[in-house]
């Protein structure tokens, strides 16, 4: 049986770890390294590593650490962070990264989506929706640049282009929960859902297992990722690596899977 | 040596990392002269059928690969899309395949898949190996491993299958014919059950 991933989703900036309050705050939180050493040991279904910096800086991404994540990883890593052209895709895959994730390239420019699912294969392109609710009608939108640049696009629409061009996973960020620890936006979850069928994941809000059961349960298979969660312990924020033990895992798949 | 090929695609350093701490010696191969000592070949691979097939030729290798591995009989493992490419030609490409094993590349039917997320087949599952191949030593039907494909194998002759995996069908998750070996799943990123598979590989 194909199982739901828990997936823990690190922040790279200025070469270093951090961990973001609705894409602001950052409070260094590690070396990338060390994280996925530790990672490595509890076995984790899956890691994102999304460099916050590289497109806001309008810089190359950094190969150098990407090709050191990728060895460093046993589990399959997912690297997004100023990625825009088809080369700058190849070269990551070569890297040893199985999927790479764009997000204000594929805003800009959905042709990149649909060459890059053409080349290198729909499995292993990712688009990243950064998702805000604006406005009077609080509709949810699609942002980019680090929550500080609205593209007046839905996350429905968008989700519906991408899936169309190729992209084999699309990842809903939402701005708004991040951080916050509270759980994840059902609502906004529930319309991507309806809207298209390449596996989800989900990234935002997750404060402990439970929100992840209730992910689990509510959507069967889907990619419950988390940042604030698998970084830090207790209400102080102390930064402690953790991740779910596999009896801790199981039973939280199963139970959240019966309905499925 | 267990040489892998680097035809740039595919986690070629995982793989060295995994067998460094193994205590198993490795060379990874670019060019033909790189192939010399090869008494084993992993052939990795993440990407398209033909993106991967073009790479290949690219790379110079193909030649001494089909003499190694059709003469010579060296143990080769194709890993996703370089178990793919083990086959004659794909749907997901019009390029030919090396044609090692006869079978072809079928795209995953979606209308046979219950679940609301359906295309590529991503994540963890389980494989059921349907015979005691000595690749598949101490894998057990529990064992999990990461998959990230979107077109399965199809072996013409269903004897080549050794463990089949679920999804909306019954399909080949792992194969051989004589001295060559494919995986459709990820090893070097599946924990302890991959690790034990590439074990295997070392010690066939």
């Known amino acids: 049986m194909l199982r739901p991933r828990i997936i823990p989703c690190l922040l790279v900036k200025n070469g270093g770890l951090v961990k973001t309050v609705n894409f602001t705050h950052p409070k260094y939180v590690g070396d990338p390294i060390n994280a996925v050493k530790i990672f490595n040991e509890k076995e984790v279904d899956e890691m994102i590593v999304l460099d916050i910096d590289a497109t806001a800086q309008n810089r190359e991404p950094d190969y150098g650490m990407i090709r050191n994540l990728a060895a460093e990883c046993r589990m399959p890593l997912c690297y997004g962070g100023g990625v825009k052209s088809m080369e700058q895709v190849e070269r990551i895959i070569s890297l040893g990264v199985e999927k790479v994730a764009m997000s204000s390239a594929a805003v800009g420019n959905l042709g990149i989506v649909a060459q890059a699912a053409k080349v290198v294969g729909s499995q292993s392109i990712v688009v990243v929706m950064d998702v805000k609710k604006t406005g009077r009608g609080s509709k949810y939108e699609v942002w980019t640049h680090n929550a500080s640049k609205p593209t007046g696009m839905s996350p429905v629409d968008f989700a519906k282009q991408v899936e169309n061009l190729g992209a084999g996973e699309v990842v809903i960020n939402s701005i708004d929960c991040d951080g916050v620890m509270k759980g994840y936006d059902f609502g906004l979850v529930h319309e991507i859902r309806e809207a298209i069928s390449v596996p989800i994941t989900v990234l935002g809000g997750a404060g402990s297992l439970k929100d992840i059961a209730a992910l689990i349960h509510a959507f069967g298979i889907i990619g419950a990722a988390a940042g604030s969660l698998f970084v830090f312990k207790g209400i102080y924020r102390a930064v402690l690596i953790n991740y779910p033990s596999r009896a801790e895992k199981d039973a939280l798949v199963i139970h959240g899977h019966q309905n499925h | 040596?267990?040489?892998?090929?680097?035809?740039?695609?595919?986690?070629?350093?995982?793989?060295?990392?995994?067998?460094?701490?193994?205590?198993?010696?490795?060379?990874?191969?670019?060019?033909?002269?790189?192939?010399?000592?090869?008494?084993?070949?992993?052939?990795?691979?993440?990407?398209?059928?033909?993106?991967?097939?073009?790479?290949?030729?690219?790379?110079?290798?193909?030649?001494?690969?089909?003499?190694?591995?059709?003469?010579?009989?060296?143990?080769?493992?194709?890993?996703?899309?370089?178990?793919?490419?083990?086959?004659?030609?794909?749907?997901?490409?019009?390029?030919?395949?090396?044609?090692?094993?006869?079978?072809?590349?079928?795209?995953?039917?979606?209308?046979?898949?219950?679940?609301?997320?359906?295309?590529?087949?991503?994540?963890?599952?389980?494989?059921?190996?349907?015979?005691?191949?000595?690749?598949?030593?101490?894998?057990?039907?529990?064992?999990?491993?990461?998959?990230?494909h979107s077109y399965y194998f199809q072996c013409n002759n269903p004897k080549d299958m050794i463990a089949t995996t679920e999804y909306g069908i019954q399909y080949a998750s792992a194969v051989n014919k004589k001295n060559i070996y494919g995986v459709q799943f990820h090893p070097e990123k599946s924990h302890q059950w991959g690790i034990q598979l590439l074990k295997n590989f070392a010690d066939l």
């Not at chain 2, 070949?41 to 059709?70: C, H, W, Y």
């Open chain 2, 1 to 148: 040596m267990i040489t892998i090929i680097d035809y740039g695609l595919g986690n070629i350093r995982a793989f060295a990392n995994v067998y460094e701490r193994l205590n198993i010696l490795v060379s990874i191969a670019k060019t033909n002269d790189d192939l010399k000592d090869a008494t084993k070949i992993i052939l990795p691979g993440v990407g398209a059928f033909d993106f991967a097939m073009s790479q290949l030729n690219k790379s110079g290798m193909r030649e001494t690969l089909d003499k190694l591995v059709l003469e010579h009989q060296l143990p080769v493992i194709g890993i996703c899309i370089g178990m793919q490419i083990l086959a004659k030609s794909s749907d997901e490409g019009v390029s030919p395949g090396l044609g090692w094993l006869d079978a072809t590349v079928k795209r995953f039917d979606a209308s046979f898949l219950k679940s609301k997320t359906q295309l590529p087949h991503m994540g963890w599952n389980t494989i059921h190996p349907n015979n005691d191949n000595p690749m598949l030593v101490n894998i057990s039907d529990d064992s999990r491993f990461y998959f990230l």
